[in-house]
């Protein structure tokens, strides 16, 4: 009872807030379930297509999950991805699926629960399913760090030695990888065995813990880290810089003045013109940097020509093509450029030249070779190049190359 004696409304004051928020994570868990649901029904639409067609079964499939890849606006790697996940949800994991329906599991607990189980076989995949998700209350409230401890508790579980021998192989997929960052950084990391990973970072931390408050050297021990690791790889110090082939994209008149601009950094990405023209300024001072310049459109930002100083590169217009492109032509996906394309298949009489070309990761590449996929070079208002792909199931989707001057 309240003071004035009616009743008291204990419910919170944004309560409908709340229950509009869960309202609407239960329709993303739905919407989410029926793409998956879709993607698998494309799968097979495909499959059955090219069956009748008589085409070969490495055939089949592909191109699919570049195709989901432009409906769903993601990479051609992650569509893969996605198509996998949703085929094993139809054939081993009902219950997951179900509970993704209902909104209990949220769409990112997904890829956690399918990649923890995809080293069992089909039926201990099916009974690991139903021990982790036929009870909603099972997964209540577990973060994914929790799930994903929970998912290989069920499956050392069902099969120790598969797990242990997963554990055992993932090591042959340790590598090194870079992905560009805002503010002119960028974050190269070492997939490592755990204990060697482990022993990277307590060196370089027990290295930083002998320097923190030394003399006059006022680095944090991040920054300390960061500069041993530098050292220690490239065998140079951090403050000498390293001996570099300088691939940027930048007009000559920001790069040669001090006009405002920015400039793309083969491998590194956008950065602001200053920065740039100071990386170049201290690699050419060491007499270490080629810089290949291009000649662009001003109106447009569009790449129409190129000269380069550098002492060895690839064929030039490969080149010329890589450095207008930037990276994969294809919409969503930020691969790295591997093959340069024929936009009109040389095959079909498309000609070997700088409009008829662009830049694709090897995986787009392939998938645009599959049946139903054409791609033609169409104007825009831009002045820039720009391919228009129509995809087997009819649609059209756009690319244009970056503005340059932008």
């Given at each position: 009872m309240d003071e004035d004696g009616g009743v008291e409304d204990?419910?919170?004051?944004?309560?409908g807030m709340a229950e509009r928020l869960r309202s609407m994570e239960r329709q993303r868990c739905r919407t989410v379930f029926e793409q998956y649901r879709l993607a698998a029904e494309l799968l097979?639409?495909?499959?059955?297509?090219?069956?009748?067609?008589?085409?070969?079964?490495?055939?089949?499939?592909?191109?699919?999950?570049?195709?989901?890849?432009?409906?769903?606006?993601?990479?051609?790697?992650?569509a893969a991805k996605f198509v996998n996940r949703a085929v094993e949800l139809e054939k081993t994991m009902p219950c997951a699926r179900a509970r993704l329906r209902e909104g209990d599991l949220s769409p990112e607990a997904i890829p956690v629960i399918v990649g923890g189980l995809a080293h069992l076989d089909a039926s201990d995949r099916h009974v690991a399913d139903a021990q982790l998700c036929a009870d909603p209350a099972t997964l209540a409230g577990m973060?994914?760090?929790?799930?994903?401890?929970?998912?290989?508790?069920?499956?050392?579980?069902?099969?120790?030695?598969?797990?242990?021998d997963?554990?055992?192989t993932a090591e042959k997929d340790r590598t090194v990888t870079i992905r560009p960052l805002p503010e002119g950084m960028a974050r190269v990391s070492l997939l490592l065995p755990v204990a060697q990973g482990v022993g990277?970072?307590?060196?370089?931390?027990?290295?930083?813990?002998?320097?923190?408050?030394?003399?006059?050297?006022l680095r944090t021990r991040g920054q300390i880290m960061a500069d041993t690791a530098f050292a220690r790889i490239t065998g140079r110090e951090a403050a000498a810089g390293q001996p570099v082939t300088v691939n940027l994209t930048m007009p000559a008149t920001v790069l040669l003045g001090d006009r405002s601009g920015t400039a793309h950094l083969d491998g590194g990405g956008t950065m602001p013109a200053e920065i740039a023209r100071n990386l170049i300024g201290r690699?050419?001072?060491?007499?270490?940097?080629?810089?290949?310049r291009l000649y662009i459109a001003?109106?447009?930002?569009?790449?129409?020509?190129?000269?380069s100083r550098a002492r060895c590169f690839p064929d030039e217009?490969?080149?010329?093509?890589?450095?207008?492109?930037?990276?994969?032509?294809?919409?969503?996906?930020?691969?790295?450029?591997?093959?340069?394309?024929?936009?009109?298949?040389?095959?079909?009489?498309?000609?070997?030249?700088?409009?008829?070309?662009?830049?694709?990761?090897?995986?787009?590449?392939?998938?645009?070779?599959?049946?139903?996929?054409?791609?033609?070079?169409?104007?825009?208002?831009?002045?820039?190049?720009?391919?228009?792909?129509?995809?087997p199931s009819g649609h059209h989707h756009r690319s244009t190359a970056p503005d340059q001057a932008a």
């Amino acid at each position: 009872m309240d003071e004035d004696g009616g009743v008291e409304d204990d419910r919170p004051p944004d309560g409908g807030m709340a229950e509009r928020l869960r309202s609407m994570e239960r329709q993303r868990c739905r919407t989410v379930f029926e793409q998956y649901r879709l993607a698998a029904e494309l799968l097979r639409e495909r499959v059955c297509e090219r069956v009748a067609a008589g085409l070969a079964q490495d055939r089949w499939q592909q191109g699919v999950a570049a195709e989901v890849g432009l409906a769903l606006h993601m990479s051609p790697n992650a569509a893969a991805k996605f198509v996998n996940r949703a085929v094993e949800l139809e054939k081993t994991m009902p219950c997951a699926r179900a509970r993704l329906r209902e909104g209990d599991l949220s769409p990112e607990a997904i890829p956690v629960i399918v990649g923890g189980l995809a080293h069992l076989d089909a039926s201990d995949r099916h009974v690991a399913d139903a021990q982790l998700c036929a009870d909603p209350a099972t997964l209540a409230g577990m973060g994914l760090k929790q799930l994903s401890a929970r998912v290989e508790q069920v499956a050392y579980r069902l099969d120790a030695q598969a797990t242990v021998d997963r554990n055992a192989t993932a090591e042959k997929d340790r590598t090194v990888t870079i992905r560009p960052l805002p503010e002119g950084m960028a974050r190269v990391s070492l997939l490592l065995p755990v204990a060697q990973g482990v022993g990277v970072y307590a060196a370089l931390r027990k290295h930083a813990a002998t320097l923190i408050g030394i003399g006059a050297d006022l680095r944090t021990r991040g920054q300390i880290m960061a500069d041993t690791a530098f050292a220690r790889i490239t065998g140079r110090e951090a403050a000498a810089g390293q001996p570099v082939t300088v691939n940027l994209t930048m007009p000559a008149t920001v790069l040669l003045g001090d006009r405002s601009g920015t400039a793309h950094l083969d491998g590194g990405g956008t950065m602001p013109a200053e920065i740039a023209r100071n990386l170049i300024g201290r690699a050419t001072a060491a007499g270490v940097a080629w810089v290949k310049r291009l000649y662009i459109a001003p109106e447009s930002g569009a790449v129409v020509g190129m000269d380069s100083r550098a002492r060895c590169f690839p064929d030039e217009l490969a080149e010329m093509i890589r450095a207008r492109d930037r990276f994969c032509r294809t919409p969503y996906c930020d691969a790295p450029i591997a093959h340069t394309d024929h936009v009109v298949p040389h095959a079909s009489g498309g000609p070997t030249e700088f409009q008829n070309g662009q830049g694709l990761c090897a995986a787009c590449n392939y998938a645009k070779e599959a049946t139903g996929w054409t791609s033609r070079v169409v104007p825009d208002a831009s002045g820039r190049h720009t391919v228009d792909t129509r995809t087997p199931s009819g649609h059209h989707h756009r690319s244009t190359a970056p503005d340059q001057a932008a």
